[in-house]
């Protein structure tokens, strides 16, 4: 917690910040971490949504102690300093249970909250925008605020009475929709500076009103939309200009920086810009994991062309995909695109939600190991994963699966580290 607090006093008097990855693939927290300790980082935050982990164990299938040991697994197998990693808990609220009343979808976000205290996460996303079946379609700021304020309330009790640290939050109602939006997009309005500074005071009221005035000073960051935001096909990039007043209006908030959701897929400009404009947590995540599968699906075209065989990954998803599509089907629309580009290749990255499916992972594995015991020619690489090539050319990296796939998701992470360092 402290960690966080040092950032956010270290942003106000001379800039940076920090960024969040929030995914649950093991190759993508590998490489995370490997790159904070490369880069000597003071902290590597990690996030787990509500979607994909919770008390009932989420799309992974992990609650949030077995996520907790998950990650610091990983950061003991590559040598990244426990103390450094920081664990935040994501859109924590009735977001999973929108579709029960409002006391049973509440009374199950509680129980989520105080699993992931619990767990040891630190940074709590506290996420009560969206409204529940016998809500109306729009929840107020204040209605917002007085569930913010209840699981709140759970978090601090949760840290009383198992004697932890406790944690520092993150507050707001204008939060993007997880993983990126469903329609078309061309152009965002940022959040006015007015209704910024409106839920800030709506929310201190309210907790100040539930005896929570010591939470209160551990609020660091408000979600705010700066107007950036991807979708199926379309990035909307960072246009700062329109952002000015909103980034002006933490001059008189002090102790609070903005976090920006859905950076996944901004300039490397834009994400220095977003940092020097107060958004000093930038969040990714379907961005590591589109890299991920550009990677895995390059990996598989080399040992095609290296074996003389058909690739193997792409076809087996697209099965899975259609066979099962709970994890897209809203998400995607044909029109001028064939369904299966969607599938593949979208920025929405819908396809993430399917690597951990038996059979997709031993394709991969397999394809690893083959091409651990059979290491394809530098100029096959050169061909289809040209960012890995010149690592590898420079000695940075070995010719192994894993050490391909680590390069090409350190442009991604360098990016966001670039953005967030101070000076």
Known sequence: MQLLLDMVSAHKTGGGGVYSVCSAHPLVIASTLRHARDRNADICLIESTSNQVNQEGGYTGMKPAEFRDFVKGIAGQVGFPIERLVLGGDHLGPHVWRRESKVSAMTKAAAM???YVAAGYRKIHLDCSMPCADDPEVLSDHDVAERAAELCAVAEAT????????????????????GGAAEALDHLEP???????????????????????????????????????????????????????????LDDMPG?????????????????????????????????TFALREALFALDNIASDWFGEPPVLRP?????????????????????????????????????????NEKIE???????????????PEALISQYLPVAYSALRRG????????LVHAHLCAVLDAYADATRRG
């Open 159 to 178: 840290s009383k009475k198992i004697h932890c640290e406790t944690p520092v939050y993150i507050i707001g109602t204008e939060v993007p929709p997880p």
């Open 362 to 376: 031993h394709e991969r594995s397999t394809l690893f190991s083959r091409l651990e015991a059979a290491p394809p």
């Open 191 to 249: 959040t006015p500076s007015a209704a910024a500074r409106t839920t800030l005071q709506i929310h201190r009221d309210v907790f100040e009103r539930a005896g929570l005035t010591e939470a209160w000073k551990r609020v660091i960051a408000l979600v705010v939309q700066p107007g950036v935001e991807f979708g199926v096909h379309a990035v909307v990039d960072y246009e700062r200009e329109a952002a000015k007043a909103l980034s002006r209006s």
């Open 256 to 288: 609070i920086i903005f976090e920006a959701h859905s950076t996944d897929y901004q300039s490397p400009e834009a994400l220095r810009a977003l940092v020097e404009d107060h958004y000093a947590i930038l969040k990714v995540g379907p961005g590591l």
């Open 396 to 403: 940075k990296i070995e010719n192994r699966p894993e050490e």
């Open 316 to 356: 087996a998803m697209l099965d899975l995909m259609h066979a099962d599509p709970k994890y897209w089907t809203g998400h995607y629309h044909r029109s001028n695109y064939s369904e299966d580009v969607d599938l593949v290749y979208s920025y929405s990255d819908r396809i993430r939600y399917y690597w951990p």
């Open 113 to 115: 909250v105080e699993e």
